[in-house]
């Protein structure tokens, strides 16, 4: 019998573990990039357009993701908002310095009476005028009105000026409080550091205290205080200390030469014991004035 014919086995039952003489090439390069995790070369092209396709619309998505963030269109991009609109500026306070408004004058009383051509009694106030409808009888009424109302208007003028005046005075006297409050400041503050350090002496007493002008440290700042009214130029408290506390001791010092001055001349007048003063004349001897010979004096 002839024998029996094995049919070729298809590449499906194709042993694995066949030997690399057996194998084909292609067969083995497909071994190892399995082996090695790589794609296989023999899939079919078209897995790998679709893995191509699939990254290309990865990357058209994040190009869209882009564009959307880009300006619009003109080149202008889009304000950014802050959160909440801008706070307003706030209003500057008004500088002491400002001049206030000035009250308006009265003029309720700045009227005439008159009657036009017709008879009729018309009122002509300063403020409205003459009205356009009002005829005049003559010319001499017509120079009348209008001298009229010069004098209501020098009136109107003076009132005026009267309140300008009193508003001026009333903020001079403010001003000058204001300067007056600081510099009491100032010599408040320049006395509390010369007690500090020593300079002057702390009031003993309390300002509450009965007997408190009576303390010599208050006197003293008071004091130093007539002495600055006295002498305009000095604004220091300290430097009017300073002044003053030299002028007197000048002064002291010119007073005590004077007096050592007179004292010498008192002690030169003094001759031989004699308590007689230069150039004055002994006492003239008088009849019966001394009881015996030995109570008349003799000069040696």
């Known amino acids: ?97 400002e001049k206030p408004e000035a009250a308006e004058a009265d003029t309720s009383d700045l009227w005439i009476e008159v009657e036009d051509s017709e008879g009729k009694t018309r009122k002509l106030t300063l403020e409205d005028g003459v009205p356009d409808d009002f005829t005049f009888k003559n010319d001499k009424q017509l120079f009348d009105i209008l001298q009229a109302f010069d004098e209501m208007r020098n009136i109107l003028k003076e009132r005026t000026d009267s309140i300008e005046a009193d508003k001026d005075k009333a903020q001079e006297e403010t001003q000058k409080a204001e300067r007056q409050k600081e510099v009491e400041n100032n010599l408040n503050s320049e006395i509390d550091e010369l007690i500090s350090a020593g300079i002057l002496d702390a009031p003993k007493a309390k300002p509450t205290d009965k007997d408190f002008l009576d303390d010599p440290a208050v006197k003293k700042v008071a004091e130093v205080i007539d002495f600055m009214k006295d002498n305009p130029t000095l604004r220091s408290f300290g430097t009017a200390l300073q002044v003053m506390t030299k002028q007197q001791a000048d002064a002291k010092e010119k007073a005590d030469r004077k007096a050592d001055n007179d004292s010498a001349k008192d002690r030169g007048g003094k001759v031989g014991g004699s308590s007689a003063t230069a150039g004055s004349q002994a006492e003239a001897y008088k009849s019966g004035q001394f009881a015996s010979i030995y109570d008349i004096p003799v000069e040696v």
């Open 1 to 97: 019998m002839p024998d029996a014919v094995t049919p070729p086995a298809s590449e499906e039952e194709k042993p694995e573990n066949l030997s690399p003489d057996e194998r084909s090439q292609e067969e083995i390069e497909a071994a190892v990039d399995k082996e090695l995790g790589l794609p296989s070369k023999t899939e079919p092209e078209s897995q790998g357009d679709e893995t191509k396709d699939e990254e290309e619309l990865e990357e058209s998505d994040e190009d869209g993701d882009e564009e959307e963030e880009e300006p619009p269109s003109g080149g202008e991009k889009p304000k950014e908002s802050d959160g909440d609109e801008e706070a307003e500026e706030p209003e500057e306070p008004e500088s002491k310095d």
